[in-house]
């Protein structure tokens, strides 16, 4: 079966800029995710999708971030305008129900360099 | 809020030999899993082995096994018979609750030499 599908892989923007990155969950997976992980430390969720509502936002920076789920399947997460902070690899995950004992299946990841 | 701890920036191993990573939490939940992922240098996040909160028995995967100190709040990783493709960043993770957010330690970055 195929696995979560990022783009892209990479992405070198300058500060103030806007960027988007995409992601394709496996097929039939309702949850989606999607974390920011900085250099040298885990990954920090910055929101989950159930089908397309929204379960968890708490940590994501909705004043420069935003991401939406439209049709329950793939994913969009924007940031405008990017701040020198936000270099990052952003990690796409999604797993079947969205509870606690899921295994969340993570993409490659899109690594965001702010110049 | 759940916290995730590892205390090993770096661990090295020799190939065929065993290694333990260490991993420790804080939850006031009484149902949680735990979990270790493993990320090699192509970034995806690989889940190496899960363990359920309410049971006793440490989980087992192969070469992979945990030790699971429900009272410490322990949860290390063990890896026998080592092998070069397992040089990797590991990662601990606890969820908790009704959903399913995953919090991580800081990742311990494992060498395995010939």
């Known amino acids: 079966e195929a696995g979560v599908a990022q783009s892209p892989r990479y992405k070198i923007i300058e500060k103030r800029q806007s960027v988007a990155f995409w992601c394709n969950p496996i097929?039939?997976?309702?949850?989606l995710y999607w974390y920011q992980q900085i250099l040298g430390q885990g990954p920090k969720l910055l929101i989950q999708?159930?089908?397309?509502?929204?379960?968890?936002d708490s940590q994501l920076p909705k004043d420069r971030f935003s991401a939406e789920r439209l049709k329950g399947v793939d994913s969009t997460l924007k940031i405008q305008p990017a701040k020198l902070e936000d270099s990052a690899v952003y990690l796409c995950?999604?797993?079947?129900?969205?509870?606690?004992?899921?295994?969340?299946?993570f993409g490659a990841g899109t690594r965001l360099s702010v110049l | 809020a759940q916290t995730v701890t590892q205390s090993q920036p770096e661990m090295s191993v020799q190939e065929a030999e065993t290694v333990t990573l260490s991993c420790t939490y804080d939850?006031?939940?009484?149902?949680?899993?735990l979990f270790w992922y493993k990320q090699p240098p192509s970034r995806q996040m690989i889940l190496v082995i899960r363990?359920?909160?309410?049971?006793?028995q440490n989980a087992t995967e192969n070469r992979f096994s945990v030790n699971f100190q429900k009272a410490a709040k322990s949860f290390s990783l063990k890896i026998s018979d080592s092998q070069l493709g397992d040089a990797a960043m590991y990662f601990c993770?606890?969820?908790?609750?009704?959903?399913?957010?995953?919090?991580f330690g800081t990742g311990t970055r494992l060498q395995v030499t010939l």
């Open positions: 363990q359920e909160a309410y049971k006793q």
């Open positions: 995950a999604s797993s079947f129900w969205g509870n606690q004992k899921d295994i969340q299946y």
């Open positions: 939850t006031s939940e009484s149902d949680y899993y």
């Open positions: 999708f159930q089908n397309n509502g929204v379960v968890d």
């Open positions: 993770a606890c969820s908790t609750g009704t959903a399913s957010k995953l919090t």
């Open positions: 097929s039939g997976h309702a949850t």
